[in-house]
């Protein structure tokens, strides 16, 4: 396995904290160091215990399965990630990187990990918006913060249909989006919602989703074969394609579109999503201009962009 620069940085980590650490507090710990950086290698959403990234997750795990960290169990208590013994990662980080490293790691020096998560929820009230244990950390003054973030995101409320394509976004990014425009739930109007981009194939869209308090909706029927992109060369193909789309899938799957329809009347603000970044060269262009049009004119549309 490659041991990208990423990973060396979580291997460092644990490097300079032998004690080793719990999930939580390791992914504290990657949230302050990236704090410190000009540009962070891993972006993070609030999410059940605060600020946590999909992709350092699945990184830790991939150093699991490869050995290069292990994981002690402990009684009544969460289990620790340690290093294994092996070359220390430590002396590859850049200088920045290094200083960024110390200042985090005397930062959380004996602290326990709930007193790690209640630093980060009074540093960055934004990431404790959907913790489970915001209540049991923080003080009420503490806690009116918290809540002044959760609101900034909640004060649209007007119905809203939104379309949006992860094509540029991590994972992390696509869902703050979403979080900070007060979607309530996703539909992804792809045929096949599957993806060799991290973070974007169903089954864990759908489980990042409801973990930030989105629901997910999947309506293939709405979607276009792959087979149909793969002559398109410039904005004159991708509209003779849509024209086709909308004269043909769209007519015959009208039932899909008034499924999605009551899906807007039920839950308000929903988003369309796809990969394309450009909204002129996705389909959910189209199937959005069809629903504004069952909806009546003047209903409020957005394209959310990077």
């Given at each position: 396995m490659q041991v990208t620069y990423?990973?060396?940085?979580?291997?460092?980590?644990?490097?300079?904290?032998?004690?080793?650490?719990?999930?939580?507090?390791?992914?504290?710990?990657?949230?302050?160091?990236?704090?410190?950086?000009?540009?962070?290698?891993y972006d993070f959403v609030p999410y059940?215990?605060?600020?946590?990234s999909f992709q350092a997750n699945q990184d830790i795990l991939s150093l699991e399965?490869?050995?290069y960290l292990y994981k002690e169990e402990q009684p009544g208590q969460d289990s620790i990630y340690k290093r294994s013994p092996g070359y220390r990662y430590t002396q590859d980080l850049d200088l920045f990187d290094r200083g960024a490293l110390d200042y985090v790691v005397s930062e959380f020096c004996g602290?326990?990990?709930?007193?790690?998560?209640?630093?980060?929820?009074?540093?960055?009230?934004?990431?404790?918006?959907?913790?489970?244990?915001?209540?049991?950390?923080?003080?009420?003054?503490?806690l009116s913060r918290v809540e002044e973030q959760a609101q900034r995101c909640h004060q649209d409320t007007s119905p809203t249909l939104f379309t949006i394509g992860y094509e540029g976004f991590s994972l992390e990014r696509y869902l703050r989006m979403l979080i900070t425009n007060n979607v309530k739930l996703l539909c992804d109007v792809r045929k096949n919602a599957f993806s060799m981009k991290y973070g974007f194939s169903k089954s864990i869209l759908?489980?990042?989703?409801?973990?930030?308090?989105?629901?997910?909706?999947?309506?293939?029927?709405l979607g276009i074969d792959n087979t149909y992109r793969q002559s398109l060369h410039s904005q004159a193909d991708y509209d003779a394609?849509?024209?086709?789309?909308?004269?043909?899938?769209?007519?015959?799957?009208?039932?899909?579109?008034?499924?999605?329809?009551?899906?807007?009347?039920?839950?308000?603000?929903?988003c369309l999503t796809c990969y394309e970044k450009a909204p002129q060269q996705c389909h959910r262009t189209r199937v959005a201009?069809?629903?504004?049009?069952?909806?009546?004119e003047g209903f409020p549309f957005r394209h959310l962009l990077l």
């Open positions: 990423k990973k060396k940085v979580i291997l460092s980590i644990l490097e300079s904290v032998p004690e080793g650490l719990s999930a939580k507090s390791l992914q504290k710990y990657l949230f302050v160091f990236t704090r410190q950086q000009g540009t962070a290698i059940r215990y605060g600020c946590f399965k490869n050995n602290l326990s990990s709930d007193e790690i998560i209640a630093y980060t929820y009074r540093r960055w009230p934004f990431t404790a918006i959907n913790s489970l244990v915001k209540e049991r950390l923080l003080s009420r003054e503490e759908q489980k990042a989703c409801e973990g930030v308090g989105i629901h997910y909706v999947h309506v293939p029927a394609l849509f024209s086709y789309y909308e004269a043909n899938t769209l007519l015959e799957n009208w039932s899909a579109l008034l499924y999605v329809k009551s899906l807007l009347e039920d839950y308000g603000r929903i201009h069809a629903l504004l049009g069952l909806c009546g």
